[in-house]
Nanobody, 115 residues
Framework: QVQLVESGGGLVQAGESLRLSCAAS????????MGWYRQAPGKQRELVAT???????NYQNSVKGRFTISRDNAKNTVYLQMNSLKPEDTAVYYC?????????WGQGTQVTVSS
């Protein structure tokens, strides 16, 4: 089992920044991918960004150039730096850990961007 603890959500105005963190613990495999997904009211959960232990990243097109994902493998922690936030970024953000065919999810953290 893998446990994920997220932090860093909140309420900001458009154009401001937030940084999300997610720490993984438990049965961590040395090769894995971690990332962030989000779900807005009435919409499906969607990928925001992912990063592998080797540092390969993948971003949703709408956040490219504004969001940066990074990780500290020694701490099993992934970060999402979100700049130039827009109201359409408002959602619950979920941390994800994937390894050996299994997904684990955090409890979610609310990000609200006011216009």
């Amino acid at each position: 089992q893998v446990q994920l603890v997220e932090s860093g959500g909140g309420l900001v105005q458009a154009g401001e920044s937030l940084r999300l963190s997610c720490a993984a613990s438990g049965s961590i495999f040395s090769i894995n991918a971690m990332g962030w997904y989000r779900q807005a009211p009435g919409k499906q959960r969607e990928l925001v960004a992912t990063i592998t232990t080797g540092g390969i990243t993948n971003y949703q097109n709408s956040v490219k150039g504004r969001f940066t994902i990074s990780r500290d493998n020694a701490k099993n922690t992934v970060y999402l730096q979100m700049n130039s936030l827009k109201p359409e970024d408002t959602a619950v953000y979920y941390c994800n850990y994937y390894s050996r065919g299994t997904d684990y999810w955090g409890q979610g953290t609310q990000v609200t961007v006011s216009s």
